[in-house]
């Protein structure tokens, strides 16, 4: 008896060594904090991706926003989103889990193909981003104050084939759930920029109209390439 109380109270101590890594099949691990992605690769133009992160220690962690970064030149770079969310911390308690969703579409220029890696609660989990993607067209800030005069916006071609345009661009406004002009249309310009597969270009663009832009939701096209901004 004596045996067999000793050979439980070992497997116990055991289970609680920080220094023990048990993996199963969704990759989590006892004795340490493992994040966990819900697929390897995404295609290029993927708005949103989860990750999950495991507590397999026996003590609770602090646990605030994700960041995400991309491997360049040999290194991780952390990447900064157009749009900061503060995070307030959360205490995540031994052997439980927590889920964090990455927002892609708020980096300028958007991501192109590539390996990227999401750090939360003080653990990593890489993925890549593959695939042909499309042009676009990124505003520099999501939210604008009212009276605002220029923005900056960049167009990226993503796509595999050279991206033709003529100056100029246009602004809209959504009004009843409909995208109406309200803002120059350039368009009719005759003078052609040529955009590389890969290359992006920054573009000044004027908040000039007939009459001052009001608060509310607006967009600056080039062709079929839209970056949304709020006024407010």
Known sequence: ????????????????????????????????????????????????ITATLHNGTLRSLTVGGCSLQRWEDGTWNKLEPRD??????????????ASAVCDLTDYAPPL????Y???????????????????????EFATYPVGTREIKATLYNGSLETFAYTVGYRIDKLIGGEWVTVGPNLGFITLMCYLLPGCGETLDCELSCDTP???????????????EFTLE
């Open 213 to 227: 832009l009001e608060a509310g939701r607006y967009r600056i096209a080039v062709r079929d390439a839209c970056g």
């Open 112 to 115: 192109w193909s590539g390996r």
């Open 117 to 139: 890696r999401v750090v939360f609660g003080g653990a990593n989990a890489e993925f890549t981003l593959v695939g042909e993607g499309k042009v676009t067209l990124t505003t």
């Open 84 to 97: 900061p969310v503060v995070c307030a911390p959360n205490t995540l308690k031994p052997l439980h889990s």
């Open 1 to 48: 008896m004596a045996k067999i109380i000793s050979f439980f109270t070992a497997f116990f101590l055991i289970l609680q060594s920080p220094f023990l890594f048990l993996f199963g099949a969704d990759g989590r691990a006892l004795g340490k904090a493992t994040l966990v992605m819900e697929a390897s690769s995404f295609p290029v133009g993927t708005e949103a």
